[in-house]
């Protein structure tokens, strides 16, 4: 992942083929001390798994694409959990047909291009486990 352009807190973003956007976005966040962000995220990716989380049972169910789609949005947020960077995301991602597919966003893949646009924020987004709900939910 390389910086194009850093405007005050407003990162530009781009990561190569075969970079893997997640893990890029945790390891920049790191490296750059981010424990609040915002993120916007366009391109086109060669593989992707997405996730979709059933409330009453506290499961996600997972999907693996092994093809070319354009990542048409991509929106999430940064923040710790228990010393560790935590990076959220859901996104909808379209194939050769059109045809679009969405969810949590556990990985992706680039195969051409992407470009990021990353808002860092004052302070830190904690999250901690909610037992209720089954999910690392954002707390004051």
């Given amino acids: 992942m390389k ?17 893997e956007i997640m893990s890029e976005l945790k390891k920049f966040a790191e490296k750059n001390n981010i424990k609040a962000a915002s993120f916007s995220i366009i391109g086109a990716s060669k593989e992707v798994e997405l996730a979709w989380y059933d409330v009453d049972i506290k499961e996600y169910t997972t999907k693996v ?13 940064i923040g710790i959990m228990n010393g560790d960077i935590i990076v959220h995301s859901h996104g909808v991602f379209s194939n050769k047909k059109m045809q679009t597919m969405g969810g949590h966003v556990n990985k992706v893949v680039v195969a051409a291009a992407c470009e990021i646009i990353l808002q860092k924020l004052k302070g830190t987004i904690k999250r901690e486990y909610s037992k209720e709900i089954g999910l690392n939910l954002m707390e004051e």
């Fill in 3 to 19: 910086v194009i352009l850093k405007d005050n807190n407003t990162y530009i973003l781009s990561c190569a083929r075969d970079e």
């Fill in 65 to 77: 694409f092994k093809e070319k789609l354009e990542i048409l949005s991509m929106l999430g947020s």
